[in-house]
């Protein structure tokens, strides 16, 4: 494994001290409440799936929540974004509840898909939504579309996407990003670098270190994030989410950051060395935010230990509530396949 | 350029579609392969870049994947694309866009994907492999498409608009060897008047004998050959299916029902074809009222060949419906 | 490894028999997604990589046109490789070039390509859309390609080698939910005797009253129906097709005339469905022998829900067919 | 038009003087003799097709004959080559007879693929040639495998095959270059760039200037060379080739050049400003080789006559063969689709 060399050298290098910000206090500290929702409803996910409550596969994103929640954060409430099955702390943060997620997982009829699609799977473009599809990089494409919308509708919303270390080697990636290039839309596609595609690391997908350095081929503009510091994330994207706005095309954001667990629940990542799960246990994201609010005098012990309590009593709550859930009427099964019918 | 200036032919025809429907509908925009400044391969959106702008009619990459998804996003933020293919063959290369991502999306999620594939399809103009095909059976099987493939030059102008309409996914190809050979007329309040609906077959020509259920350039193949077996006092009935997604059932078990007897005939290879699933359904719908086996006359089970001796032998024609029409008659 | 141990499962199937054709002919190796250390996402490839090596077990970037274009470039060269889809559902991504590349290539110009393109198919795992897929009627349409697609373990084994000796580029696809349900054993001297042809069916269970032609993990199904119905003393013929291109049209017409009924019953959404090929055929090869329409049990013309009562309601079942045979034989 | 900017701003400038070559005298004749035959073997095929004896459209090179003949010389035997329809030099260089191209351009029965598929549509090996694929992009994958063939066979041969500026969009030229790094396959790809794609400039085809750009997606060296420079190209694809053939993996070589007609022979090119044909006529890379010749005292106005009447000559009877050559025989549709038989 060594012979793949070190992970992300030359990465933003993980310090303790995080990124300077504008963020007031209020708002770092809903930052972390949604880092902590984000973890809390994975580990419930995780009991569940032990339970065989879970109908499927778990995806997490243990360890990388600074990147879903940094990244939707900086988003405008007119912006659209489309998260994969990893991305569960963008759809918190774009307003998705607990049972959202939980009856989808558990396949109940009261999920927002009425248990025809699963876990992650499900949109709503009232909330600026739009749901992921497994084809990795079928989404850079769609995005490019989202973003030409808004410039042909002459309004100024941002589309925003992931990819990642894996998806970015996929034909589609490489199209929409050229496409979205070249018709100047606004996409931020944010490049998640957490090591692995599956079990393959990224040696054996490309023969670059930086995802950022795919941005070379389009002639638009990159960034290199710490993915472990939700400030830096947030700051990040928020500096291409706006230049995007501002009509300088497509922008990609590479996080480097590191997948805590296998693939899927299933998987038990023994092709992982040992020692980088450990070195980057010690850059937990959360941690390093906690750290980062009690050194700082934002937060005492005691508050971050209340938002936390206030986070697993609407845990509780909601977890019963999809336990409670029936499943879907077979029927269902049979609607829906076309919209209904033409505009007059 | 306003409809009902007399003859035109089905290349105009489908453009003018997309001209009424695009200045009656802001939404409506095109992009594809050289289709703004070149009008496209065949001209046939020649003039549309100077009358609506760069923002309606845009040129791509080449980058098919790309641009059906990005027409895709468009779809689902209220827009209305309608995506060229420089050569329909190229679909091949947008096949997971289309019917995964696109096809199951309203079903997936309830989120709705109005958007129009188009582009020139089919052979007979010596095009081989790569420049001839006719993809319908390869997405006929894909839950959440509809595909329309007119054969005359009003169904061309009616149904683009309607499918431009539709709130589904809808392929339309356009049968390049019909392009500039047929010609037709559009009544001058054509653009007011609601367009032809998709999935309504038409019948093309009443008949008692037998039936030949067709579409596209083999409609004409199919009325040729009615005309000719006319003289010998045979009687075919015509049925033009116009929208092969979702199928006409009715109108075709009607056919079936009223003639006992039924030829599907297609521009594809027999193998997988779309005239399969057509025979697969009188079998079953209206077997009690069959007096001959459900035949198939399509192309040979390979790749379109290129020389013209070669696509001859490999394209069905009015003498090979004939032949199979006597075989029917005498069973 | 080898084979003759005794009681082995549908997947231990696949992997002996890719064991036993790299062992035996050095121009075969693999290549797909995370085969190699992982052994793949359901470990069929675990243990080949420690006995092959890393070149002939070959992780790649996720890149289905990719690898697969690269698998066509090596099999011109004189190798034989043996792609794997992660889920066969990803085959969307490599459509054109195994339809138009790899499909025409010996037609166009002479050059075959023997190559082999395998994977994780079908549903009843709530994988829903994506993870669920069988496409073997998106690839039938397609001249040059093969598509066998097993239900036995004597036939994973069987053919799983054929299709490796195979000059021609075959889509082998492997129903998930039979990789661990289904137990067999294969002769200690497998390795040695000629491997199952391709192209021909087999006479799964012999029968009077109806024929049920299917394949795959519908096998089972159509053979749990046979057997409650044997109670009442109906007789269904089953016959499992194996290789579904080329189609064994002799064995289809041959059941279809001994029993003069036939249901084809395959695990797919109806409209488009391979199912509806069969049916066709019949239709025109055995209808002077047929007692009843030729029926088709197949899925919704829906995507592959995913909720268990969704699914349930998706696929055919032992009772859903019965429920059809006692509606043709009341015909 | 001028919005676009001019054509390959910052290209290697293209000099009267040609590049430095090692190649003899006799080699730099055959180089013209190659350069004459495919700008005139596509003169006789103009012809034809406004006789109407070409089958389907025509496809030319003129303008950019350098590239085809430069690259394609600097193979080895055991090379193998996938031309794209505009590299007939490609051809000619590997042996291709030019009635194999008239028969194929006119749909005889005597062509290469017994009237199955059309122009540049065969292939031989037994000559290192694989067949061109419409769909643009796919050669770059299966060119990929042909160098891993090389690679799992133990053996030494070198794939070689061609991209457009257009071509390099596709999802199939990004999915096979980065799986052609990571297998660190012996792979050259002549990236021509000679401004349009159809109708298409390339500024509408992507954000950057030069082809050479999209190598640092996939961290593979690459080269930009004179593509009107019979021995610039020469040059640059010999040291690839040998590179890729040492074991330094895929190579992308991009050639700057000028399309000197419409798309195809149907096609007046009424899109492209007259200026640039005038400015790339001057730079016709026959000239200059020619003037190259003249004033290097390697050959006289005289011998290079004397070649151009040989080649002359036998293209007359060349095209007499086509001419006089049958169509088909109908049953031949019905022959070759599957390969026969398994192997034993
Ligand atoms: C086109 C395609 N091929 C294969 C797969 C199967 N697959 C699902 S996730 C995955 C690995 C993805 O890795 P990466 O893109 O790095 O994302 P990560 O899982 O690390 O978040 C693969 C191969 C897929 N979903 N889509
Ligand atoms: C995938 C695909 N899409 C579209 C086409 C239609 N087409 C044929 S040639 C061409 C332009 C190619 O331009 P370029 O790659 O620059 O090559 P050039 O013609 O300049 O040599 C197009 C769009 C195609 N052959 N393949
Ligand atoms: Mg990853
Ligand atoms: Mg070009």
Redesign the interface.
Known sequence: MSSLGPLHPGAAEHTDRLAKTSLPRERQLELYRFLKLNRLVEDRLTNLYRQGKV??GLYGSRGQEAVSIGTAYALGPDD?VAPLIRNLGVMLVRGVSPREVFTQYM???TS??G????NL???D?KRGL??P??????L??????????????HRDYV?MTYIGD??T????????M??????GVPLVVVAEHNGY????PTA?????QDLA??A?????PARIADGNDVLAVYEAARTMIEAARAGA?PQLLEVKTFRMKGHAEHDDAA?VPKELFEQWKAKDPIDRFERHLLAGGLATQDELEAITGRVNAELDAEVDFALASP????????E????????? | MSGGTGEITFLDAIRQGLWDEMKADPTV?LIGEDIGVYGGAFKLTAGLLDEFGP??V?D??I?E???????????????R?VVEFQFIDFIANAF??IV??AGT??????????MVLRGPSGGRVSGSAFHSGNPEAYFNRA??L?IVYPGTVEDAYGLIR?AI????PVLFFEHKYLYRRIKGTIPADAADRAPIP?GKARLARPGRDLSVITYAAMLHVALEAAERLAAEGIEIEVLDLRTLKPLDEEAVVATARKTGRVIVLTEEPQTGSFAGEVAARVAEKAFWHLDAPVARVCCLDTPVPYSPPLEDDYLPNADKLIARVRELLRA
Request: net charge positive; with cysteine.
């Open positions: 109908v499927g659209v396949a109940r009829g927002p898909t248990g025809k699609d699963c799977h499900f949109g473009l739009i749901s599809i497994s084809m990795l990089g079928a850079v494409p769609v995005m490019a579309g989202v973003g030409l919308a808004a410039k042909l509708q589309a894996g998806g080697s996929t034909g589609d990636f490489h199209e929409g050229n496409v979205a290039a070249v018709l595609a599956y079990s393959t054996r997908q490309m023969k670059i350095q795919r070379s081929a389009y002639g638009i095309g092709y499943m879907p009427p077979p029927e269902r099964a049979r829906g396949v076309y919209a209904e019918g033409a505009q007059a | 925009y923002e309606r845009i791509t990459p980058a994947s790309g641009f059906v998804g990005a027409a895709i996003g468009s779809a689902m933020m209220g827009l694309p997971n866009m995964n991502c999306n309203h079903y997936r999620w309830g989120q709705k994907v109005p839950p959440g509809k309607s309409r539709d709130d589904n998709l």
